[in-house]
């Protein structure tokens, strides 16, 4: 399957912002060594928004990173579990790749 293109990540953005669900995810952009990111404070996690981008910075000064793009999911998952007769409802904050549908 082809990787996403930046157009791909760009209808997937608009259609959660129109969705009223553009909050839960953050684009990281690298592109030529510096890292774009979304608004940290439209996600309750921004401190770890702000750590994974101090990781990301530190990662590009000691390995280098190809320009790319990829987003973060900033919400929370509930019902952790096997199946949905025994999940715990625990929430955690989770970073995943995002396929647009």
Excluded: W
Excluded at 28 to 38: I, K, N
Excluded at 61 to 90: M, Y
């Amino acid at each position: 399957q082809a990787p996403f293109s930046a157009k791909d990540l760009d209808d997937f953005e608009a259609a959660a912002e129109a969705a009223g669900t553009g909050d839960r995810y953050c684009r990281f952009r690298l592109r030529r060594g510096r890292t774009f990111h979304c608004d940290f404070n439209r996600s309750r996690y921004y401190p770890l928004l702000h750590a994974f981008r101090a990781a990301l910075h530190i990662l590009q000064i000691l390995v280098g990173l190809p320009d790319i793009d990829f987003l973060l999911h900033t919400d929370e998952f509930f019902g952790i579990g096997p199946s949905k007769n025994n999940a715990l409802n625990i929430s955690v904050p989770v970073l995943v790749q995002a396929r647009p549908e």
